[in-house]
Every structure is written in C-alpha cells, then in structure tokens.
T-cell receptor, first 113, second 115 residues
Framework: TAGITQAPTSQILAAGRSMTLRCTQD?????MYWYRQDLGLGLRLIHY???????GKGEVPDGYSVSRANTDDFPLTLASAVPSQTSVYFC????????????FGQGTRLTVV | AQKVTQAQTEISVVEKEDVTLDCVYE???????LFWYKQPPSGELVFLIR??????QNEISGRYSWNFQKSTSSFNFTITASQVVDSAVYFC????????????FGTGTRLTIIP
C-alpha cells in the first residue's frame, strides 16, 4: 500500500509563476491536510478538508488554494508564488479527522526564487 | 486558541542515556487529543502516540514512555536507553474538540544521540 503520495519531490519555481502540488492517498481517508514546515516554526496548517467536496482554511492559508473533488486527491495550488512560500510541504490524511492518527506523505521541497 | 510549546529546540545525549522531551499545551476545551510524531532524517513524519484528555494514564511502549499531566498541561516524552536510531525531530501536537478542525503542532525538538 502506497499510503500518501506527493509530487513532485522537489521543485524550484520562479516568483510569480503558479504551481500545483499533488497529493493522492489510497487509504480512503475522509480528512486530508496540507502543512508547511519551516525551521523554528514547526508544521503549520495551510488548508484542510474533512470530506470530499469541502475545504477549510488553516493557520496560514493566504496565497494557497485547494480543492477536493474526490476522496483520494487533494491538490494545493500556489497561484503566484513568492519567495516566502519557500518551504517543505507535507500532505496528510486521517480517517477520523484531527482526533486520530495522521499519515503523512514524504514531503515536497519547494524553492521560490 | 490552542497552542503547543516545545521549549527545547535541540538536545544532544550520549547513547544509552535517558532523555525527556517536554511538551506544554494550552487549550480552553475540556476534550482534546495530544500526539507525538517523529521525523527521522529521511523526512517523513511517523505517528508515535495519541492520548485523549480523559485518559491521564502514563503509557510505556518499549523504550518509550509518555507522562500526561493535566494539572501542568504537559505531555512529556521519555526515551530510555537512547539509541542512535532515535535521532530525529520530535513534534508534539494538539487537537481540540469538534468544531475546531485542526491539529496544531509545536515547533519540534531536534534530538541527537551521540554514539
């Protein structure tokens, strides 16, 4: 079982360009999340989705958008990247929302130059 | 608002020593969940334990043990007889009751076990 797959693994992106980070899970979990990890700041929630068709804003949603058209996929889009969005991005899922164990992808290292 | 504080940014201990990682949380809810995750050098996050606010029993799993104390809002993690494979960043996290759909992480503690 693959669990959660993120793509790409890493990317260098020019400022002002758009990009979509992909996240797919094969566990049929209802809830999915996007976090960014920055040194000294831990993991901060960007957006979440409790079930297909619904999304919500996390702690740092500005500059990012998400969609949840089906259970398995939860893409994160940067409409116009800025250098402050340089980070490692983690997608996660859980069966019972934020009260149960979350499974994480391997992360996407994004550098905006 | 919920908050998790891991005051220890980095800890280094010699192999076989015991080490405790501190976690202090803030919440206004009476029902909440606490977690510990491990992030080894490979980068992926691995779930270690979940504890709900009504269960203050300490837990032991092999060399790992967790001390949950509501009176001090702490959920500390102890590794006994540390090994090099324990070197990682450890995150404490908190989620509150229904209606606040997010898992809040602390800033993490980088643990280095010196052989």
């Amino acid at each position: 079982t693959a669990g959660i797959t993120q793509a790409p693994t890493s990317q260098i992106l020019a400022a002002g360009r758009s990009m979509t980070l992909r996240c797919t899970q094969d566990m049929r979990h209802n809830a999915m999340y996007w976090y960014r990890q920055d040194l000294g700041l831990g993991l901060r929630l960007i957006h979440y989705s409790n079930t297909a068709g619904t999304t919500g804003k996390g702690e740092v949603p500005d500059g990012y958008s998400v969609s949840r058209a089906n259970t398995d996929d939860f893409p994160l889009t940067l409409a116009s990247a800025v250098p402050s969005q340089t980070s490692v991005y983690f997608c996660a899922s859980s069966d019972g929302g934020p009260y149960t164990e979350a499974f994480f992808g391997q992360g996407t290292r994004l550098t905006v130059v | 608002a919920q908050k998790v504080t891991q005051a220890q940014t980095e800890i280094s201990v010699v192999e076989k020593e015991d080490v405790t990682l501190d976690c202090v949380y803030e919440t206004r809810d009476t029902t909440y969940y606490l977690f510990w995750y491990k992030q080894p050098p490979s980068g992926e996050l691995v779930f270690l334990i979940r504890r709900n606010s009504f269960d203050e029993q300490n837990e032991i799993s092999g060399r790992y043990s967790w001390n949950f104390q509501k009176s001090t809002s702490s959920f500390n993690f102890t590794i006994t007889a540390s090994q090099v494979v324990d070197s990682a960043v450890y995150f404490c996290a908190l989620s509150e009751n229904f209606g606040n759909e997010k898992l809040t992480f602390g800033t993490g503690t980088r643990l280095t076990i010196i052989p």
